[in-house]
């Protein structure tokens, strides 16, 4: 019995899940910014949840991540109002 602006805030929207595991299956189970395999993998919104609502189940706008990888993005960039350019930031100075 949710509303449907609990329903974003879960994340329990329709194609979430399935969002989900495209991102990791398109990215072969491998975290893009460190290479790792397997273990536990996020898979990360590049422009975020919160303000793009038009993409919040794009696969274009995924981004498998480990666990590691995924958390220093959010200590360095914060949880919301994330965005493409930060990621892609992220990664040119993970690969120095």
Do not use: M, P
């Not at 805030?9 to 989900?20: A, C, N, S, V």
């Not at 960039?77 to 892609?88: A, C, R, S, V, W």
């Amino acid at each position: 019995n949710l509303t449907e602006e609990d329903r974003e805030y879960k994340r329990l929207i329709e194609g979430y899940d399935e969002w989900q595991g495209k991102v990791k299956e398109l990215a072969d189970y491998t975290c893009e910014c460190c290479g790792q395999r397997g273990g536990t993998l996020h898979s990360h919104h590049k422009d975020s949840y919160n303000w793009c609502k038009e993409r919040r189940i794009d696969v274009t706008n995924g981004a498998c991540l480990c666990e590691n990888c995924h958390k220093d993005f959010h200590a360095k960039y914060g949880n919301h109002d994330n965005t493409e350019e930060q990621y892609l930031q992220f990664l040119l100075e993970r690969k120095d």
